[in-house]
């Protein structure tokens, strides 16, 4: 790129001043990487503890319904008689430019849907385990959506980060360097004419 660059006081100006922004730019990146990660760490931290705990009610709610089966029976018509979530809505907020999802759900007053004389205590937990296991898994999903973003956004930022200081800037101060070394060489020339010039006079 030197090479292709007339050697002016004007592009010597023009390169420098790409070279500090190239360099600004770096610098930008460097931060936007370094928080993308922050934030990436906390909800990876805050995901897998929240699978944890889904695990765990999970496991009552599991319980809670094979004792149901036990002293109930077969639930399978009673299961019908839940009705499909529409509660469930999704805008976005902007983390240094990476769009992160945040799912919110409204939740519906808890009640017998079966009725008091079908059902038992054992089936009520099983309803209000499983419930508790929607709202954490909504959660967990817009975390893992949400690393899943980032990292992207990461991956993204890392690459243009290092296209600046392993090209772009390398590139820029070379360039730097030619004009200046041309217009020095450029400077002592005249500087011998000038004086060959007031040799010959005299």
């Not at 936007?32 to 765990?56: F, G, P, Y």
């Not at 809505?89 to 999802?101: A, D, H, K, L, N």
């Not at 967990?140 to 899943?148: A, D, G, I, P, R």
């Amino acid at each position: 790129m030197a090479e292709q660059v007339f050697p002016t006081k004007g592009n010597l100006l023009a390169v420098k001043k790409s070279l500090e922004l190239a360099k600004t730019g770096y610098d930008l990146l460097d931060r936007k990487r370094n928080i993308l990660i922050r934030e990436t760490m906390s909800m990876m931290d805050a995901a897998v503890k929240l699978q944890e705990d889904i695990n765990q009610v999970y496991a009552e709610a599991y319980q809670a319904l094979q004792t149901a089966n036990i002293t109930i029976g077969a639930i399978d018509e009673l299961a019908q008689s839940v009705p499909i979530d529409h509660g469930i809505q999704m805008t976005y907020r902007s983390v240094m430019g990476v769009e992160i999802p945040i799912v919110s759900h409204k939740d519906t007053p808890l009640r017998n849907l079966c009725g008091y004389t079908r059902t038992n205590a054992a089936l009520d937990l099983a309803f209000v385990k499983f419930e508790q296991v929607k709202r954490m898994t909504i959660q967990l999903c817009e975390m893992e959506n949400s690393v899943y973003r980032l990292a992207n956004g990461i991956k993204k930022t890392q690459k243009r980060a290092n296209a600046l200081k392993n090209i772009i800037i390398p590139r820029f101060e070379e360039t730097t360097k030619f004009i200046t070394a041309a217009l020095e060489e450029k400077d002592r020339e005249e500087f011998s004419r000038l004086k060959v010039i007031k040799s010959t006079k005299q």
